[in-house]
């Protein structure tokens, strides 16, 4: 055992003994509140140090105990240290949260937060209890719905505030805020990852309370947890869509946002908060185009051009805008027009050419796609339109001015460039996999080839007992006979190598050595099982020193250097899902997989690079069925029309789609 090893030994040793002392002491100060409150909390933080303490915890049967000291104690503060410490405790392992998540104790938190006697911190740990539990836990968001935790945590989100003014200087109206906050944290969790269609609708009850408080207070503390309640609640959801829109709720986020933008010109925190209401907005109108006309009414598309040129955002910002620009302009000919009349195709062309970002090249490319009817119509005819004589008099102004058919020329070519490369990079896998089934079959025939040999040599081993000379005779024929083989192995790799993309020499060679690598490599591998076969006999021994001589056994002993290093490329990525989740998370902890480069050796000190393999969330999943549904098979479109991941390119998302259609799994997702 190392000294590093022996260390965590001891470590863990430690642990178990500190949260067996921790538990009878919580045990042996039942009468003494204060006392059980300072050991809750040693507890919780001993847990929170290592995730496994929790479950060792949850074995001795602290967790249970823990969970009944919250119910039965009669000290307020005895009960919140306790709900705190569950909570951590379950946050910090997905085990524990299982264990937790009971209808019992829902029910129990459920009394809890109804209790008119319940201090508005003992509310507050108890809403963090059921936050924890229901976080991407689809059992969680099943039991808070069938215990009635959802209507009275809805009841709290109508009731805590009560003062538009929101005066978070007096400490009880901060308190209160808190709570508040805390509920719609949790009301999130309830509606999203994975998405729960029934929570959704429930929540549509809130919807004129949410607009109240929007209309009466732009205060970030009430408009950022607000709308991420909405953008979650209405998340591929029409029907809940359709509830918000019909409540006066697209109306008065565009008010919001016009204010917003006009604040931004001052103030750097508006223009951050008006793309948090850009994201919502969105939400509200993709899958479901129709309900762009409303924003129409507002000019939302000119104000959001008009934030796009804001120096404080980001990137990632800005795709946010760009994309909600394009599901506006989606279908709608009213804000196709504001695009134009607002300078917006030279702003997409300058995002396409300047901004060097993968995602938001193709949701400018998306902008310009919805565009380019009407940017035709004005380029041909100002009449086709049909407009009053007003509009079309200024629309004839505009084409003067702003020469439409040069930008649209432009932006034409940019998109050209950019499918010519997706066709190149196409070309070029089809190539990949060619040189693979070629290398593939040429292994297949070495193989054969050298099992013959190895049989005739087996064979050979029983006449050199006999006769040595004739024997030496023999193996000296059959390492003619490899070194020929092995030339012709070369020369069909250089064969092979007049089939590669000419355009790319570097990795011409790259390909050819390592299929020639490969191919050796299972030379070695096979002699190696052979010989191994034999091990006993030393005149086996001697015959395989004489089948490879000592420059070839150099040679093979490089390629397989090299082989190994190939295969580790080949070998995938693990993920695993992070349970963590902070205390007013509104957003997951989504499962990424992680990519290595290797330096392969023998190849020129050339680098082999993977793209970086990331899988399909649900959302996204959700995305590529909404997306198939609506337009069809039409990759790029729906890849231009959703918020998927970072690199992701439209034959993945074809890929994907037939993966899950026939799998075993398809009628559940």
Partial sequence: MTSMESENTKKIQEMKTDLNLLLECLKYHMGNPLSQKEVLITIHSVCKQNSDAGVYFRDIGGLMFVESLAKSSEHS????????????????NVYCQQTLCTSELFQDLNLLLSNDDSNTNLKRMSVYVLLVLVSNNRNGQTLVRETGCIEVLSQLFRTVLSNYELNLSDNNVFQSYLLWSSVCSTLCVCVNNPQNDENQMLCCSLFPHVNEWLVNCMKPEIIRPICSFIGLTLANNTHVQNCFVSSGGLDVLSQVLVQLELDSHNTFSSAKLAVMVTKTLDACITNN?????????????????????????????????????????????????????????????????????????????????????????????????????????????I???????????????????IKQFEREGKEEKLQSDQY???????KIKIQNNLKRLSADSIRGTKVENKDTNQSRQLHSSKSDDITSKTCANENQMKTLKKNTNPLNPCYRERMQNKNLHKATSSCTQNLNEKMTFNQKDSVSQSRYKILLTPRRRRQLSKVSTATEGLKAIHQKPDSQKLPGLGEHAHN?????????????????????????????????????????KKMGNHWNSILWSFPFQQGRKAVDLAHKYYKLIRGPNCAAI
């Fill in 436 to 442: 693979k089934d070629n290398a593939s079959s040429m």
């Fill in 77 to 92: 503060m005895v009960k919140e240290a306790a709900l705190y410490t569950l909570g951590s405790i379950a946050e910090g």
């Fill in 399 to 417: 084409h003067e001015k702003e020469n439409l058919e040069e930008h649209w020329k432009t932006a034409k070519e940019i998109i050209c460039r």
């Fill in 289 to 397: 185009s129709s309900f762009s006309v409303v924003l129409s009414k507002y000019h939302i598309v000119s104000k959001l051009l008009s934030l796009l040129l804001h120096q404080s955002l980001d990137l990632g910002e800005k795709f946010s805008i760009i994309l909600a620009i394009g599901h506006c302009t989606e279908d709608c000919e009213k804000n196709q027009y504001e695009f134009l009349k607002s300078n917006g195709l030279p702003l997409m062309i300058q995002a396409l050419t300047e901004f060097k970002n993968e995602e938001l090249s193709r949701a400018a490319t998306y902008v310009l796609h919805n565009c380019k009817k009407i940017t035709e119509k004005l380029s041909l005819s100002l009449q086709d339109i049909s407009l009053d004589e007003n509009e079309a008099n200024q629309q004839k102004d």
């Fill in 588 to 628: 997951t902890s989504i499962p990424e997989a992680k990519a290595r480069r290797f330096r392969v050796p023998g190849e020129h000190g050339l680098h082999r690079k993977r793209r970086i393999r990331k899988n399909f969330t649900k959302e996204e999943v959700n995305y590529l069925f909404h997306g198939v």
